[in-house]
């Protein structure tokens, strides 16, 4: 098997990365022969994954006796900031998509400067000078095992000026691999929308 990380041309064959512009997974299956390795199968645009030329962190993991492509992304923008998880199922001559685009993390710690943490206020600030915000940051943790996929996350939503109002996200979230995608079982997935 082969996976290549495949972007779109424009008219003149340039590549095209835009902030919009996504990536793809073509997978591409092979059969030993007498004369060598010729091609049996192979998968165009498999999975469409990431955003500007960037495809993400990948690797490839078990699920029982199988195995996947993991893709992690993510990007900025105007200072909040996500990631997500992409899971392709590999298998002889096919592939297919566990998963896509499950949210991991996010934060808005770059949009409001009331946010940044290195700004977060103190109770010897100067309040009057401080607009209301609210800001938010959470943090999964993912892992696999057989047929389940856990995340595990932690983050914080506050309220600027008064970080009296803090609110603590923990929790986890279960899902189970069921006719051939990975869906919701238990918990809650705790990523705040950008």
Known sequence: MLLTHN?????DGNRTICHA???????YFFRKEKLGWR????????????????????????????????VEWGNC????????LTLLGLGPNTSSVLAQDI?????NLGAYLECAEEERPH?????????????FS???????????????FKGL????????????????????????KFVLESGKNLVLKL
């Open 77 to 84: 923008w105007q200072g909040a900031c996500g990631s997500w």
């Open 138 to 152: 959470v943090e999964g943790h993912w892992k696999v095992n057989s047929k389940q996929l856990m995340i595990d």
């Open 7 to 11: 972007l779109p041309l424009d008219d």
């Open 21 to 27: 512009c996504s990536n793809f997974v073509d997978a």
């Open 157 to 180: 939503i506050w309220e600027t000026p008064d970080k009296d109002k803090d609110t603590v996200i923990s929790g986890t979230a279960v899902y189970r691999l069921s006719n051939g």
């Open 103 to 107: 949210p991991i993390s996010a934060d």
């Open 39 to 70: 091609l049996a199968e192979r998968q165009d645009s498999a999975v469409t994954v990431g955003l500007e030329g960037y495809l993400g962190e990948t690797r490839i993991i078990r699920l029982g006796t199988a195995y996947a492509l993991a």
């Open 123 to 135: 109770a010897s600030d100067n309040m009057e000078d401080r607009r209301s915000q609210t800001c």
